[in-house]
């Protein structure tokens, strides 16, 4: 295919603005599945993911393809959370334009700023739409000001100031040029990328030469190498070589190449310049090497990921229950499969632990940490792990940690809740505004003082607060907020905890197990009503002298124990406390589990 048939875009936005929705409709109304095919029916459709549904945001950057007319348009969906930023910093390398979606009523939020300074950064070619029409409360007008607004703030460019703007009801597979919107498919967004987004930025020149964005692997052909062809060509059987911050890292043959049509890929004989290809047959290949033909082996410069802000420390489980759930347990099985994760997830650090055995992984933040535990978790490991922790580091001789810019939405009935929380949490209030008869504030806060905030502020409020945040940045460290956890329960010995035991141990407290669960000594069982922590016997049974006593007052009721969420018990962590991870089992415990 030839270059200028060829259109590679980037759909990025703030989570929950329907950006997966759309993509669902463009390759439904482009044909890529035939009318009895099961997609047809399907949502999320790229959210293939099993964690991706069941959380309902994108987590890892996809690529896809459709075909409209004569040309080809390469469609890369990316994560709208800010802690899987890094997934939208490597993949906009492969874009020419971008896809702004803002949803109608919310407007302009964090990472609605944040992603699309990424990509007028690298020079993309914006088209904004504007989302979720259809909503009662949807203020049109006054986003498209407030996407003015943010463009003056952040064009590199006068160019990027002149921009296509659409209006769509994704859910319902339809946009337009303007209001009221007429067309029922989304034929005016394909033509305004054809019409507005440029061709491939490539050379002309000979020597094939592509940057490595993505990596995906199966157990037929290897490892895929992902990229855009920005110079030459490459067949089948070549020899290319890889170059590695200007160094050749090994050199091997083509053995498939790939062009990606619908969800899948299709094998070709030869890439086309400026379409993004998939290449097999080199397994020594990392995110950011350049792949070269051996007669030019001129590498490109390495991709710029942000640095981590949090840090966990992950080491193999001491527990008495270890090894009854998981497959995986050692130290080494865990290493190598951080390892393995590192080829992929280019947010991530991996560096050793304060013992032999354990191993420090830092990541974007809470969100991110959390779901490569619990990938790690459905994949069979057995591993325990630490509280979470802000990176600080150095600069000029000043110690620095990570800020966040926070926004919250909520009803004005409750501003005063977030009001006290926030101020104990030493957080700066930057502005509060009212859309659509609710409050949206927007703070200033470091890392270190937010952990844990999200789950605090959805249980007090319950559920109706709307928070959203995005990395400011390493700044000078601020005033800690000392925030205080009431003490664990503690269980004393091993064995099964008994209703008589727990009725009794709930007058002190709330309680994490239930009737007929496993525990052992150092586990925590619960959480006390008071500062300190309690060792309490939760194995204990009722004493039975005769028959009478056996029967007397044997009812009682027995609260249901409290369930917490995997984030929310990495909240709970004190220092001296791990959290017990297997395949079916969350358990809190005591780093050191004799009692005192």
């Known amino acids: 295919m030839q270059t200028d048939k060829i259109r590679n875009i980037a759909i990025i936005a703030h989570v929950d603005h329907g950006k997966t929705t759309l993509v669902d409709f463009l390759l439904k109304q482009a044909h890529v599945f035939a009318a009895h095919e099961h997609e047809m029916s399907e949502t999320t459709i790229l ?3 099993e964690l991706e549904r069941e959380r309902g ?9 459709i075909t409209w007319q004569d040309y080809k348009i390469n469609i890369l969906d990316t994560p709208g959370h800010a802690d899987f930023s890094g997934e939208v910093e490597r993949v906009l390398n492969m874009a020419d334009g971008c896809l702004l979606l803002v949803d109608a009523a919310e407007g302009v939020l964090s990472q609605t700023r944040y992603v699309l ?10 088209i904004v739409i504007i989302n979720k029409m259809d909503r009662k409360d949807q203020r049109s007008a006054e986003v498209l000001e407030e996407i003015n607004d943010l463009f003056l703030d952040l064009a590199t460019d006068p160019k990027q100031l002149e921009f296509p703007v659409l209006y769509a009801v994704g859910r319902e597979g339809k946009a337009d040029r303007q209001l009221p919107i007429k067309s029922q498919n989304l034929q005016p967004l394909m033509q305004t990328i054809i019409d507005y987004i440029p061709a491939p930025k490539v050379s002309p020149e000979s ?3 592509l940057q490595m964005t993505t990596l995906d692997y199966d157990s037929h052909k290897g490892r895929y190498v992902i990229g855009k062809v920005l110079r030459g060509q490459a067949k089948v059987g070549d020899i290319l070589t890889i170059i590695r911050q200007g160094q050749k890292v090994a050199e091997s043959r083509v053995e498939y190449l790939f062009s990606f049509k619908g969800l899948g890929r299709q094998p070709i004989t030869t890439t086309d310049l400026g379409d993004i290809v998939a290449i097999t047959g080199f397994t020594r290949a990392k995110i950011g090497d350049t792949l070269v033909s051996p007669d030019k082996p001129e590498g490109l410069p390495d991709l710029n990921i942000s640095e981590p802000t949090m840090k966990i420390q992950i080491s193999p489980s001491t527990s008495p229950l270890v090894g009854q759930d ?3 347990t050692t130290s080494r099985q865990i290493r190598q499969r951080l390892e393995k994760e590192l080829e992929t997830n280019v947010s991530l650090k991996l560096s050793s632990g304060s013992t032999g055995e354990s191993m420090v992984v830092a990541g974007r933040g809470e969100l991110h940490l959390a779901i490569l535990i619990e990938t790690m978790r459905r994949e069979g490991y057995e591993f325990s792990v630490g509280k979470p922790e802000v990176i600080i580091k150095t600069v000029d001789g000043q110690k620095q940690e990570p800020w966040e810019l926070l926004n919250i939405e909520i009803i004005e009935s409750k501003v005063g809740l977030i009001f006290d929380t926030l101020g104990k949490r030493k957080a700066t209030l930057n502005k509060m505004t009212t859309v659509s008869g609710n409050a949206r504030l927007e703070y200033q806060i470091s890392t270190r003082n937010a952990l844990g905030l999200r789950t605090e502020l959805l249980t007090n409020t ?5 928070i959203h945040s995005q990395l400011l940045g390493f700044k000078p460290v601020g005033e800690e907020a000392h925030i205080p956890r009431n003490g664990a329960l503690v269980s004393t ?5 008994l209703a008589y035991s727990i009725n009794h141990i709930q007058e002190r407290g709330s309680t994490f197990v239930e009737p007929g669960e496993a525990v052992y000594t150092g586990m925590i069982i619960g959480q006390n009503s008071r500062a300190d922590d309690m060792w309490v016997n939760v194995c204990k049974g009722k004493k039975l002298t005769n028959m009478r006593s056996a029967t007397a007052d044997a009812t009682f009721s027995v609260a249901p124990p409290v369930k917490m969420s995997l984030e929310q018990n990495l909240n709970f962590l004190n220092a001296d406390e791990l959290l017990e991870v297997t395949p079916k089992h969350l358990r809190l415990r005591k780093k050191n589990l004799s009692p005192k």
Do not use: M
């Open 493 to 497: 010995e091993p064995g099964q905890a």
């Open 47 to 49: 959210d293939s993911n």
């Open 326 to 328: 998981g497959e995986f």
């Open 462 to 466: 319950s559920g109706l607060a709307v």
């Open 207 to 209: 020597g094939f030469q």
């Open 57 to 65: 945001v994108t987590i890892l950057a996809k690529n896809t393809a």
């Open 117 to 126: 300074s990424l990509a007028l950064g690298l020079g993309l070619k914006p």
